[in-house]
């Protein structure tokens, strides 16, 4: 992209505008036509609890009430907001999901056209509308849609911010407070705070706007989550969004990385039993079934997540390289998550008459999402566009770091499941795409002899 088009970013002419706006339709169109037929299915309870928890807290949120610290009130007030409309509140928050998911692909379309190029904004927008296991995503009530989909618009705030020619000011504070309304979704999305060096790390020497852009992101995130760390250190005692890292890293430590627990510790020895316990027992998880254990042995709920949080730390520090080869094993597998992920699947629930295009639009789908990751190279050709001069290498870099702090802390304090790295899916569309787009225009105009601009 050259720095004529960028400084006219969002100015293009009729005819143009008129091209993208029909992509952008026609995008939005098989979005649409594939989440359609789920509207009409009853909305259910994701198994395990913690839909069930959501719900709970979302109930208390008009009463002034919130219990507890372990989870941040973001998914509980979009369930609350939606419970506004008619209906059942699993059926509403379900079916705003999946037009969330609709206005993602058309926007994509949008980001693509406008930072990258007018292919690499089709092929991405076409790949959120059509992916099964996106749509698949969306259709749970869990919070993991809802806070790929904050941080993936601080992430293009940012991108658009780090793109432009002249400090964008109003852009860098926006990024800034979606990151911590992400926080507010989910704990994990505090490492986004280190979002805007990351992007500028990857992608520009120039140390004041390094700085500047650092400091008006952060500033803006701290001063969004302070009010909920505020009430947590009144109430609690704890000036931290969450503590939920006990019952995750224990996960980390223990189920995935199945490290011995510390017997030296206190707590050591009825954690060790009731881990292997857990371990004999299928459907047990140890993090969930300890932490239940201790608060029946007379622990509180906060003090069994503490002694959880203190024997996964001190196991993770006995075995450092392992965990840390486990991390990039982990980083690796949530990459191939992202084509071969598998969530429950409600659409055969759906009216025939509905259900029969959207599956066929999803069976051709599938294969090309296959291909595409495949000629993407995993995704490695996204890192070719963090070496092209130009406004469009920050603009890559902003996504580009966003998905990996929030895929990297994924996996150092919990491990990882398929649909966290779903989270990340559409930056890594987008980038992709571009640098797919990119590559393949470079070879074309090798082969023409004309240079690459």
Known sequence: MSSNRLRTLWASPPRALRAQWTWIAIVAGLALAVRVPLFFVRAELFPGGDSRLYLTLAQGIPRGEFEGMFRTPGYPAFLWLVGLLPGRTEDAAVIVQHLLGVGLAAGLVTLGWRLFSPAAGVLAGAIAALSRVFV?????????????????????????????????????????????????????????????????????????????????????????????????????????????????????????????????DPQGPVASELTAAAFAEPGLRPSSYVHTELSHRGFSSDEALEIERRLATTAIKREPWQYLGTSGTRIADGIEDLDEAELPDRLGEAPAVLRHPSEALLRVSGTLSSLWFLASAHLLVALVLLFVPGPSRPAAAAFIGVALLILIATVLTHGGMPRYSLQVAPETWLVGSAGLIYVIGAVASRIRGEPKS
């Open 136 to 264: 698949g995503l969306e259709d749970l009530i869990l919070a993991d849609f809802l806070f790929g989909l904050v941080a993936f618009a601080g992430a293009a705030a940012l991108a658009i911010a780090a793109a432009a020619r002249r400090d964008n000011y109003v852009m860098f504070v926006l990024a800034g407070v979606l990151f911590g309304l992400a926080a507010y979704v989910k704990p994990v999305g505090q490492a986004l705070i280190l979002a805007a060096p990351v992007a500028f790390a990857l992608s520009s020497r120039d140390l004041r706007r390094t700085l500047l852009a650092t400091g008006l992101v952060v500033a803006a995130m701290v001063v969004t989550v302070t009010p909920w760390v505020v009430r947590n250190e009144i109430a609690f005692d704890d000036a931290r969004m969450s503590n939920q890292l006990g019952i995750t890293l224990f996960n980390r430590a223990f189920e995935v990385e199945r490290l011995p627990v510390p017997l030296d």
